[in-house]
């Protein structure tokens, strides 16, 4: 197998973003853009990824963290896409493999769509490209081929005549490239283009006009091709996710009864036979058993696992809490830092009171408990199996500690 790294470019101003946290930090489905794009290249077994940051570099550090297979690398000025590619130079100009290079807001890459460029790239080929043909090819680089086919070159959207403008087939700026051939083409790409720019997408003229072999694959589905650069394509980028998120879930024998109404985050794990009914927002690490019923309206945070054949009905909430077996909560209440064990009936708009105003504290609720309707259970409190609470208790530690006493 032949030595291959990767270059993120996560470095930009991000302008049509309007935002003070980096572009790449945004979430889709519950995780940050850049996150689903170092998925794709760990993957296919890339050696070390190169993520090139700018003035939001601490931001972006701290959300990674340092990982044995991460290089950061800093770009001062934000001045292109090939700038930013020139600028990871000093640790590879003595590489000798193929340098995957893509872009940190494109979080709908998948994996499949690299080994195909892996598998396409052989022989001569210098550089081998990923392209998709969209409807609306706005913004998008044009892929410039000749008649036979054979591709030109990529002129930016800003760049095109009115004749390119039509060109439908676009650049997701997915690339694999021999390194060498790479490192000594950005070296000499011009910032001649209305943003006056170092455009990555020159290397590939400068590398065609010397005989080099560059191949244009067009392997990218047009809804994996989409580069996220405002809030309102953050939010297309997220439904699409989401329906792939559903989908699987779906192929994994959960019912979601209205995908369009639904939202479930990305790292939610939830189990066959379980129905999800309409208006349910499952937002975090979520792990749901089997035979389970939820919503409709339900809310579902992070830290939550619930056991097989859990019902949670209207306005439950759950955080940071696990519900045995048969745990039934149907209509109106929050369950938030606790551990309920089997069989245990939490009656309409009961709830655990979990904060004092200071910190948040732990409730304990044995197996086969009744909770009537319109109990608090104030936290921290450990409730025993089978304990029966009448409808509109407020539970204490010490009225079940005095209670327990008369016993
Ligand atoms: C880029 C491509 C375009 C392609 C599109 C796909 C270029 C010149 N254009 O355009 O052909 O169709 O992606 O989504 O490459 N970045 C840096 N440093 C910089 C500038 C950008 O790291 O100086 C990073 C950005 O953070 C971003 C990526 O490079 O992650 C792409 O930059 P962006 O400005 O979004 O390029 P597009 O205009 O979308
Ligand atoms: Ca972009």
Redesign the pocket.
Known sequence: MADRVAI???????Q?MNTQLA??LHEVCGRPMLAYVLDACRQVGVARIHI???YTAEQVKERFGDSEDIVWVR?E????????VL?CKEHLKDFEGETLVL????PLIRAETLKTLIGKHQGETAVTLATAVLDDPT????IIRDAYGNIEG?V???DCTSEQLAIRE????YYLFNNKVLFEAVEKVRPD?V?K??????ALSVIIATGHKVTAVTAVRPEE?????SRAQLCVASKIMQHRIQQELMDNGVTIVDPDNTWIDVRAQIGQDTVIEPFTYIHGEVKIGRGCRIGPFAYLRSGTALKDDVVLGVFAEVKNSTLGRGVRARHQSYIGDAAVGQNVNIGAGSITANFDGEKVNQTNIGDNCYIGSGSILIAPLELKDGTHINAGTVVSQEDVDKFGRKD
């Open positions: 993120i470019l996560a470095a930009g101003i991000s049509r572009k790449v090139v940051v700018g770009q000025e934000q001045r292109g896409t090939g700038h930013a600028c872009c940190g807001d494109g913004g998008y680089g044009r990529i930016e959207h800003s676009v650049n997701p700026s283009n943003k720019e170092y455009y990555l997408t020159d091709a989409m580069g996220v650069n």
